[in-house]
């Protein structure tokens, strides 16, 4: 089991940026695949963005492609989601989340993943 902890979330002007991180315990993540999801409120949690095991093979949804950027430091145990951009839409809880099987364009919804973060809050508002 993986040990997941989000920082990094805020309040933000609309364009702006924000860098969220997840750290991983327990387990190397360098075997695991890691995504990120987010829950507004009232809503479902969806799939934002998931990285390879390697770091070398990311997804995304659609509606951030362009925007937002997951990466992983396995040295460091650590996932990235840099979010530029940001639109008063990208408000929600943003969740980390890990696997060990899979591929990160497979890997898309929260069955798909084993161990999960209490979440960071992102708010876009002027």
């Known amino acids: 089991q993986v040990q997941l902890a989000e920082s990094g979330g805020g309040l933000v002007q609309p364009g702006g940026s924000l860098r969220l991180s997840c750290a991983a315990s327990?387990?190397?993540?360098?075997?695991?695949?890691m995504g990120w999801f987010r829950q507004a409120p009232g809503k479902e949690r969806d799939f934002v963005a998931a990285v390879s095991g390697s770091g070398r093979t990311s997804y995304y949804t659609e509606s951030v492609k362009g925007r937002f950027t997951i990466s992983k430091d396995n040295a460091k145990n650590v996932v990235y989601l840099q979010m530029n951009s940001l639109k008063p839409e990208d408000t929600a809880v943003y969740y980390c989340?890990?696997?060990?099987?899979?591929?990160?364009?497979?890997?898309?919804?929260?069955?798909?993943?084993?161990?999960w973060g209490q979440g960071t809050q992102v708010t876009v508002s002027s």
């Open positions: 327990g387990r190397t993540i360098s075997n695991y695949v």
């Open positions: 989340a890990a696997t060990l099987y899979g591929l990160p364009s497979r890997s898309t919804t929260t069955g798909d993943y084993d161990d």
